[in-house]
């Protein structure tokens, strides 16, 4: 058997893939982004980030599971997801 992946599912549930991850999350801040991220890379190289991150197979599974996108590394899908917020918290108040 190959190399075996920790992937987070729609429910927060880690379940072993065959494939990795596409995208990277922080567990308790639950905001997820690209592997790439600099954020990520830099919050990486200083060790506390380790412990909480997860990963997903892919965007969808990510929000389905309650993550919101990196500003950094996802400005637009941030963009997008700050103004839906920001527009329900609008319609709350009346």
């Given at each position: 058997m190959g190399k075996m992946f920790k992937l987070m599912g729609a429910d927060r549930r880690v379940y072993e893939s065959a494939v990795p991850g596409t995208y990277g999350g922080h567990r308790q801040t639950k905001v997820y982004g690209r592997l790439d991220c600099a954020a990520a890379l830099r919050a990486l190289a200083r060790g506390g980030y380790v412990p909480h991150r997860v990963f997903f197979a892919d965007?969808?599974?990510?929000?389905?599971?309650?993550?919101?996108?990196?500003?950094?590394?996802?400005?637009?899908?941030?963009?997008?997801?700050?103004d839906a917020r920001d527009a329900e918290k609008g319609a709350a108040r009346r």
């Open positions: 965007e969808a599974t990510a929000i389905a599971a309650g993550f919101r996108p990196c500003a950094v590394c996802l400005p637009q899908d941030y963009r997008r997801w700050r």
